[in-house]
């Protein structure tokens, strides 16, 4: 049975492959990056050791081609920063500090809805109730806490 993890993380994969073919490889390592992000969630929840097995032999084939890309796009872009390091530019620097957060936000948010419900989650009580009263009750009561603090 293939979850719905796995099914996004192919079509993430189709998109990374075509732009790697295209060789607009930025887009690809993102995409890469999303789909192996899917992949390691559906081995979280897939139960057929044969469907966990292809899994992992891909995300060993994906994310070795992720490191090949990123070394390849690290020689080709070396050129270039020594340039504007001798210009007095530091735009290249910028961008690149930019990518990098944005990749590791991308890599926190949560795109799909697990099925977890809170008394699945053991233990944790203290972090349970903060969250609880941090992000639920304020979305579920709003007009409890509009207007001023006393």
Known sequence: MTTNFTQKGIEIMKQAVAADNEKDYDNAIRLYLSGIDHFMTALKYEK??????MIRSK???????????????????????KAAAAGGGGKDEE???KKKFQSALEG????EKPNVHWDEVVGL??????????????????????????
């Open 48 to 53: 057929n050791d044969k469907s966990k097995a």
């Open 59 to 81: 995300l060993s084939e994906y994310m070795s081609r992720v490191e090949a890309l990123k070394e390849a796009l690290k020689h080709s872009h070396e050129p270039k920063k």
């Open 95 to 97: 961008d690149d500090d």
């Open 108 to 111: 926190a948010i949560v795109r």
């Open 125 to 150: 009580v203290n972090a349970k109730a903060a969250l609880r009263e941090a992000v639920i009750y304020p979305l579920k009561f709003p007009h409890l806490f509009t207007g001023k603090r006393k």
